[in-house]
């Protein structure tokens, strides 16, 4: 088949899509989450179109998926309110709460969501194109993360259990909430990264205002009863809208303690301004990245063009931890080409339900005409598009094009593409490389393709005070979910890992007291009578 025939045959007729996968009628949700109730907002609603189109006599026609919520700002610093009387200035039921029993409110949320799975999976498929595998993917590892972070909380509570001693001061030390956090995530993981913040701050005690991603929003819904009935009123409000109209109130409100936001920087830093009490707010933030791939001239070509084409392919491109340019030395750059160009051409366009599909349909809107645009100024700049088709256009969807060779005058070698063009600059000077890292406004993770020793470990010790990671002859991830995952400058603001997570949300409160027979006596009454939930060497099994 052609590749143009590939594009002809994209887009199913509604009868074509199996039983199991079709998307019949419109969801119509009006309904949000405050204060432990279900309500009906009666205002305008969003519009949910998928990524999907069907082929129909009239042409190419989009799939209407339903409508959210439009919620304005009075009715978000409703939700605020709510979460900010949960909290009650730390006196609330849930951050007073015994660790052990914020733990069972989790468990509960995870039984009941995990019952959710088929429908969350089905919308991830249908609201951002993503693969079946990696929706289920994405599905079970949020699950995975949530008794992970379970596991890691009741380790931290055990190790708190006990009383240290120091230049005759007794203390304990425990971890508490910092009070209300606002999360949000972003539409490319719009169910694991969002909830890689909302457990976390759940968790530690804190309460929350979760606004889903602008994309991969109606795939929340089947969530919100296990939200509203696993937790205390008001811990847990989930709120709709444009963010400019609801999160531009509750910044300016003064209220919100840990702002958790994935998104780009110039958002997180108009948002940020916005508090009027800055030394108040902490952030947790994943933001922008230009995550460079350097491919050496002593390399295993084979295996950096695979991790190559999942780095800046996997997902169309719509990662932030894709590689989203690659370096490749000259001497190595016209194999790596041909290779890499091959295993592009065996990646199947498809339907996110249909068997070994990886390139999908993308959700966001103006995405096709803004990769064509900067294809367009690189072809202007002297770049051509060198895989066969790529680049080609049907709807929504977006054949990669691999672009080559890039210089530093054209837009790809500076903008986020976040989508499925891959800029190939070559390089004889690995000073050139170096720069572009050490001068980069981004700092998340970079990859390194080599087998040289001295060569390889020169650039680890070069680029490990420039990014949060660097990965040897293997792609950019986030993955294993133990492992810190960060980024300097303009990338992220605070680590997260499960174990990290649980850090940013909390902070240590020392109880401390002169080690004399007074005190001795009077803490030990104070164990052995529970009179305290703080102050317990309770340990968790
Ligand atoms: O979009 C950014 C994600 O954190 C990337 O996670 O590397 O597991 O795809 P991933």
Request: glycine share 8%.
């Amino acid at each position: 088949m052609t590749d143009q025939q590939l594009l002809d045959s994209l887009f199913p007729a509604a009868a074509d899509i199996p039983e199991k996968y079709r998307f019949e009628g419109q969801l119509e949700q009006r309904e949000y989450l405050v204060n432990g109730t279900l309500r009906t907002w009666h205002g305008p609603l969003a519009q949910v179109r998928s990524p999907v189109y069907l082929a129909t006599a009239n042409g190419d026609e989009q799939v209407i998926l339903g409508s959210t919520p439009l919620l304005d700002a009075e009715t978000a610093l409703g939700a605020l309110d709510a979460a900010v009387h949960a909290y009650d200035r730390g006196q609330g039921e849930w951050p007073t709460m015994r660790v052990a029993e914020r733990i069972q409110h989790v468990e509960a949320f995870l039984r009941r969501m995990r019952e959710q799975r088929e429908a969350v999976v089905k919308l991830l498929m249908w609201e951002i194109g993503k693969n079946l595998k990696d929706s289920e993917k994405e599905f079970d590892r949020t699950c995975d993360y949530i008794v992970d972070t379970i596991n890691a909380l009741k380790e931290l509570d055990r190790r708190s259990s006990r009383f240290e001693l120091e230049q005759d001061t007794l203390g304990q030390i425990r971890r508490v909430p910092m009070g209300v956090a606002l999360c949000m995530g972003p539409y490319n993981y719009p169910l694991n990264e969002t909830f890689t913040t909302l457990i976390p701050a759940l968790i530690m005690g804190n309460t929350v205002v979760f606004k889903p991603a602008k994309l991969g929003v109606l795939l929340i819904r089947p969530l919100l009863e296990a939200f509203r009935d696993s937790f205390p009123a008001g811990v847990i409000n989930v709120i709709y809208g444009s963010g400019r109209e609801t999160v531009s109130a509750l910044m300016a409100s003064g209220k919100i303690d840990i702002f958790a936001f994935i998104g780009t920087n110039k958002a997180a830093s108009d948002l940020k301004k916005l508090h009027p009490r800055p030394h108040r707010l902490r952030a947790a933030l994943g933001l922008d990245a230009k995550n460079p791939a350097i491919v050496l001239p002593e390399v295993d070509l084979d295996n950096a063009v695979n991790e190559c084409v999942t780095g800046s392919l996997s997902f169309n491109g719509q990662r932030c931890t894709a590689l989203k340019i690659l370096f490749v030395h000259e001497d190595v750059v016209e194999g790596f080409i041909e290779k890499f160009n091959r295993k592009v051409h065996s990646l199947v366009p498809g339907m996110p339900w249909e068997n070994g599909v990886s390139l999908t349909p993308l959700p966001e809107a103006g995405k096709v005409d803004y990769l064509n645009a900067l294809v367009a100024d690189a072809q202007a700049k002297g770049a051509a598009v060198i895989n066969p088709g790529g680049g080609q256009t049907r709807a929504s969807f977006f054949y990669p094009a691999v672009l080559y060779p890039v210089n530093a005058g054209m837009r790809v070698y500076q903008e986020e593409q976040f989508g499925p063009v891959v800029p190939i600059v070559p390089y004889r000077d690995l000073e050139t490389v170096i720069d572009y890292v050490l001068e980069s406004d981004f700092g998340q993770q970079l990859s390194i393709f080599g087998t040289d020793p001295a060569q390889v470990g020169r650039l680890v010790d070069t680029f490990a005070n420039q990014v949060g990671r660097i990965n040897i002859n293997a792609q950019c991830q986030r993955g294993p979910d133990t492992y810190p995952f960060n980024g300097r400058k303009n990338s992220a603001e605070g680590t997260l890992s499960v174990h990290d997570a649980l850090r940013v949300f909390s902070i240590r409160t020392l109880v401390a007291t002169r080690f004399q027979d007074g005190n001795k006596a009077l803490i030990s009454d104070i164990i052995r009578h529970r009179e305290s939930t703080f102050l317990t060497t309770d340990y968790i099994f």
